[in-house]
């Protein structure tokens, strides 16, 4: 009996790499080695390759040492790797679920002000949430009188883009803003203001949605504010674990910690060893573990078949856990570049796990 098939679903410029030995910071070897430690065969595709009248899809498949592009039958239990935003595709991969596909972290593109409102509800993990409002002007007054640093980012953007930094000065306040979203982008501009607004800010919260947020009183290394990337997933038992954690420190010139915008990553025990010894290590993990993990049980309840996500936590000097944000498609090579190789690759075989569990249970674990 050949092992079922288990769908990646990936986006336009990975599949076109996957021929080439060429996936960017995807390692998809690991699904292929995880698939035949549980059992099933991954299979790579995009939206669009899908023919959802007869149920088939032409996929990538490991063949050897290459891959062959086959017309399987659409698997029944599909993982996401994609980022689509247009209200067409939500509708596709709406079409697949009504023929009884699974398709976990289907959604993984959430607004910040949304998982914000989630997390709101719940009276344990409140106090541990930043000060959010949506960014309108006269929310900008509003938290200007009550914090000295702000921090004003989109709500639809990944790994530091177009995040903005806003902070109290003797007599003045000092915008800090990068001169374009681009990735790329590395030059960051600065303004001072008092009474009227910079044109530029204006320009930018009316032209998308923004939030703006109390920036948080972070622990810092070498004098420079850190977070935790927490990589949290459901894996062979369908239950949420935590698979890795590691520390993202800002750079010297900048005020974010994404790696993408020239942040480093170190390990937390590094970190504590070296500027806060007087804390308990394991006391520390455990509760940004339990904290972790409180976090995405309850995004699941109102989010459905999210598996797969990756959080940023931060700690205060005295080790309390602060929620940044949640990615819903996790950028894994920080643990690579932290040298956590194992953690890495435990983040690849844990989905193929999950999706094994789901293939055996036949129906979804929402």
């Known amino acids: 009996m050949t092992n079922p098939y288990v769908g990646i679903l990936v986006n336009d410029s ?59 039958d659409l698997p029944k239990v599909i993982h996401n790797r994609a980022v689509y935003l247009d209200q067409a595709s939500y509708q596709k991969l709406e079409a697949w679920a009504q023929h009884g596909i699974i398709l976990f972290n289907r959604w993984n593109r959430y607004s910040k002000l949304r998982i914000h409102d989630i997390l709101l509800k719940n009276d344990s993990i409140r106090p541990h949430l930043p000060g959010t409002y949506p960014a309108t002007m006269k929310n900008m007054k509003i938290m200007m009188s009550a914090y000295d640093s702000l921090i004003i980012k989109p709500t639809n953007s990944s790994i530091g883009r177009g995040v903005m930094k806003m902070d109290r000065l003797a007599r003045s306040w000092q915008l800090i803003y990068p001169a374009s979203m681009k990735l790329s982008n590395k030059i960051y501009r600065t303004v001072r203001f008092r009474q ?42 369908g239950e949420w674990g935590i698979t890795g954690i590691v520390a993202k420190v800002a750079s010297r010139k900048l005020f974010l910690t994404n790696v993408a915008q020239g942040g480093e990553v170190r390990t937390l025990p590094d970190i504590l060893t070296a500027e806060y010894p007087q804390l308990d290590l394991k006391h520390v993990l455990s509760q940004i573990t339990d904290f972790s993990l409180l976090v995405a049980r ?31 498609k996790d950028q894994r090579y920080s643990f690579l570049e932290a040298d956590l190789q194992d953690i890495w690759k435990a983040t690849y075989y844990n989905p193929i796990a999950y999706a094994k569990f789901l293939l055996d249970r036949g129906a979804p674990a929402l």
């Open 14 to 72: 990975l599949y076109a790499g996957i021929p080439l030995g060429n996936t960017q910071y995807e390692a998809i070897q690991f699904y292929d080695e995880a698939g035949k430690q549980y059992g099933v065969t991954p299979c790579y595709f995009r939206i669009q390759d899908v023919q959802i009248e007869t149920m088939k899809v032409h996929a990538y498949v490991k063949d050897g040492l290459n891959f062959e592009q086959l017309w399987l």
């Open 298 to 328: 309850h995004l699941s309840t109102e989010l459905p078949y999210l598996a797969d996500v990756g959080l940023d936590v931060g700690i205060t000097k005295d080790g309390f856990p602060l929620f940044i944000e949640c990615n819903g």
């Open 196 to 237: 009227y607004f910079p044109l530029t800010l204006r320009h930018k919260i009316q032209s998308r949605t923004y939030m703006i947020q109390q920036r948080l009183p972070l622990a810092t290394f070498e004098g420079r504010p850190f977070d935790l990337r927490i990589s949290a997933q459901r894996g062979a038992t």
